[in-house]
Each structure stands twice: as C-alpha cells, then as structure tokens.
C-alpha cells in the first residue's frame, strides 16, 4: 500500500476493540519519549511487535538496513530530520508500509502538506485506543488482499 | 477498620479525580491512560506522568531561557517547544495545561513577546498545580494499595 494522499476522513468508522494481530509490526517515530512509550504500549495491547525511533533519520536507516514495518507512525516536527523530509525519503525508496502523520494541533495547510509527503493517514496526538484498532482493521483488510 | 481506611481512601481519590475533571485540568486521556495499566505494567500511569514531568520541565526552562534573551527573536523555536509541550500534555490528558499552550502559540505566532511573557507565567503556575495535584492522586493511591495489602496478610 503507498502512500496516496487520503484523508483522516476517508477510514471507515468501524470498531476495532477485537483487532488483535500477532503477525504485524509498527515503527513509533517520533523525538518525545513519552509519546513514543505510549503509542509503545498501544500497540503492543493489540498484540503488535514495535519498534521505536527518535527521529526520520533513524527510521529512514533503519528501511536501509533492510528493516521492514506493516504500520509507521510518523512524528511531524523532530529535530536532524522531521517527519514530512522523512515520509518523502521513505517513499522515495519505495516503501509501501502504512504511514500515519501524527501531529499536533497544526494548521489545515501544515497538515496538508505532511499528506502530500506520502502519508495514507494523519491525526492529531495522541492517537487513541479507537483510532488505533481502525487502522489495524484496514491493515488487516489490506493485507488479505495480498 | 483497615477496610474503612481503604474505602475512604478511595473516596478520597474518587473526589480528586471528580475535581480535576470537573475543573477541567484533566480529560478523558488521562482515563484512557488508567486504562492500559494492568498487572504487566502495574506502574504505567505514574511511569509516563514521570516521564511528562521531566520533559515539561526542561520545555518550561526552555521557554523561559529562550524570552529572558533580551535580543530574543526566535519564535519558530518557541513554537517547536509548544508544539511539544501541547503534544505531551494531549497525551496525558492534561487539557488546561494544552490549551493554555496553544493560546501561548498564538502569542508567538504573532511575534507578541508580551503577551508570550503572560502565557508563561501562566503555564508555570498550571504546571505547578498539575503536578502538586497528581502527587497527591499517586500517593493516596500508594496509601490505598499499603491498606489493601494490610487488609489481608499472608497466612502461613
């Protein structure tokens, strides 16, 4: 799945309090240890195995390494390289993995702009236990068309 | 009476919590927070308000540091500090303290280095009332778990 530009909006409202998925992996990328510790301990209850990075540069090497994840979340504003530089390289390179913005309470345009980088998803921070177990639903989806 | 001293304690916490809802210092993030302690991570919430503690701190003196410069001029910095702060503070819950934050990003956005002064001021003292307020949660619930475990010793 690349990256298309779609909007929060366009997920489907269904409830994902039963999504527990072993198989899958997320990359937290994100400069604050307490965000990347929560959305740790989020995902983890779903039943994902997660890594974290403090920001795009170690995340974009970690994919150079050969690093592969079925779900990133991406940080906006980190210091070496912020989220909207590191979503761009991500696709450059080719990686199809879910990429969702995370952010804070930004403008329309700022937000705008980090979906034109290549993310399929973005939200305001915190992500919450909803919002999670919807993107895991559409990862699922996604993956059983493969 | 040690299941009265637990009852009351939890009372007692129950009417903290009520107040901090109620006055709007803290929102339902700070529930969904309770919500992924269990007995894997019996320490979550008061491991990740510590966390908050220590990055807040070092964002306040930041902030504070970045104004006091009389030839202060960078407001972009300020804003990355305030984007910070108002993303960690969403994530605990800690709603008045957000949205005083964003009424500071709004000052800065305008390059108002008074009105950013203002803000500041009221930041700290919000800061300083959160955490006083969530010492006195954590340790009532310290007491809680201490005339819990009195309650029922272990029998040999």
Same mark, same amino acid.
């Given at each position: 799945?690349?990256? @298309? ?6 997920? @489907? ?15 937290? *990328? ?34 150079? #390494? ?15 390289? @912020? ?11 080719? *990686? ?28 305001? %921070?915190? #992500? ?12 699922? %989806?996604? @993956? %059983?068309?493969? | &009476?040690?299941? +009265? ?7 007692? &916490?129950?009417? +903290? ?50 104004? &006091?410069?009389? $030839? ?16 960690? /503070?969403? /994530? ?31 930041? $700290? ?8 307020? +969530? ?22």
């Amino acid at each position: 799945m690349s990256g @298309n530009g779609a909007s929060s909006s366009s997920l @489907n409202m269904i409830s994902g309090e039963d999504v527990v998925n072993n198989n899958l992996t997320a990359l937290v *990328v994100d400069d604050s240890p307490l965000l990347r510790l929560l959305h740790d301990i989020h995902l983890k209850k779903y039943g994902l195995k997660v890594q974290v990075a403090e920001n795009g540069k170690v995340a974009v090497d970690l994919f150079h #390494l050969g690093a592969s994840f079925d779900l990133v979340l991406m940080d906006k504003e980190m210091p070496v390289m @912020n989220g909207v530089e590191a979503t761009k390289e991500l696709r450059a390179m080719g *990686v199809t993995s879910m990429i969702v913005g995370v952010t804070s309470k930004d403008g329309p345009g700022e937000q705008q702009a980090f979906m034109e980088a290549g993310l399929d998803y973005c939200f305001e %921070k915190p #992500l919450t236990p909803e919002i999670i177990g919807i993107l895991l639903e559409e990862l699922n %989806k996604h @993956n %059983k068309k493969d | &009476m040690l299941g +009265l001293a637990a009852d009351r304690l939890r009372a007692d &916490m129950n009417r +903290l919590l009520s107040f901090l809802f109620h006055q709007g210092i803290l929102d339902e993030q700070f529930l969904q927070l309770q919500q992924l302690q269990d007995e894997t991570s019996p320490n979550f919430v008061s491991e990740v308000v510590n966390i908050y503690f220590h990055e807040s701190e070092k964002l306040l003196r930041n902030l504070r540091s970045l104004l &006091m410069d009389r $030839e202060f001029s960078d407001y972009n910095k300020m804003g990355i500090h305030l984007n910070q702060f108002m993303g960690s /503070s969403s /994530s605990i819950g800690a709603k008045r303290i957000r949205n005083v934050c964003l009424a500071f990003r709004a000052a800065s956005d305008q390059n108002n280095r008074a009105g950013c002064l203002s803000a500041l001021e009221v930041l $700290e003292h919000e800061y300083c009332f959160l955490k006083n307020k +969530l010492h006195e949660l954590f340790q009532i619930q310290q007491q809680r778990v201490l005339a819990a475990g009195v309650r029922y010793p272990m029998q040999h």
